[in-house]
């Protein structure tokens, strides 16, 4: 995840000097400056902070695969006919909506939290998608077979017509 470049922080240390200067021009000589902090805090300050956003980001994705092996491990134990038997329940599990924490940069380089949806039924659409296609597949071949074998049962009728047309002319 991107940082504020040191650049950036000393723009922003000078805006706050500046600000206070000018706010501060007719004050007592005596008056007591704000705390500044050294820019290293500061640089140090936004590489944690977009560390630790990063760290939020992969422990989701791992909670997001734990969640899938979750389901997964439930539609396995559904599958066995013993479960089937002694429960009366059609299901294990029972899942609703499930999202995770997930952390964005926005272009300002603002941190926003929010959330990111769980998709718990994607693998099965991805299934069902590659069984749609692999069925349009055979279906085509299916297809282009019978359409071969016909175009040739017409090649072998236009054939022989020929040929019996051939041997006819010639006696």
Request: aromatic share 4%; glycine share 2%; charged share 25%.
């Amino acid at each position: 995840m991107p940082y504020k470049p040191v650049s950036h922080a000393r723009e922003i240390m000078k805006d706050i000097e500046d600000n206070h200067k000018k706010s501060h021009l007719k004050t007592v000589t005596t008056a007591i400056m704000p705390l500044q902090l050294p820019e290293e805090n500061i640089i140090d300050g936004w590489e944690c902070l977009a560390l630790q956003a990063q760290r939020i980001n992969q422990m989701a994705a791992e909670l997001e695969a734990m969640i899938l092996q979750l389901k997964t491990m439930a539609t396995n134990l559904n599958s066995q006919t013993h479960y089937q038997q002694s429960h009366k329940q059609p299901s294990v599990c029972e899942y609703l909506t499930v999202s995770v924490p997930w952390i964005t940069q926005q272009p300002n380089e603002t941190f926003v939290l929010t959330t990111r949806k769980v998709d718990l039924f994607r693998a099965e659409r991805e299934a069902l998608v590659l069984a749609q296609q692999l069925r349009q597949r055979t279906r085509r071949k299916s297809l282009g077979s019978q359409w071969q074998r016909k175009n040739q049962h017409l090649v072998d009728i236009d054939t022989k017509k020929l040929l019996n047309g051939a041997l006819v002319n010639k006696s």
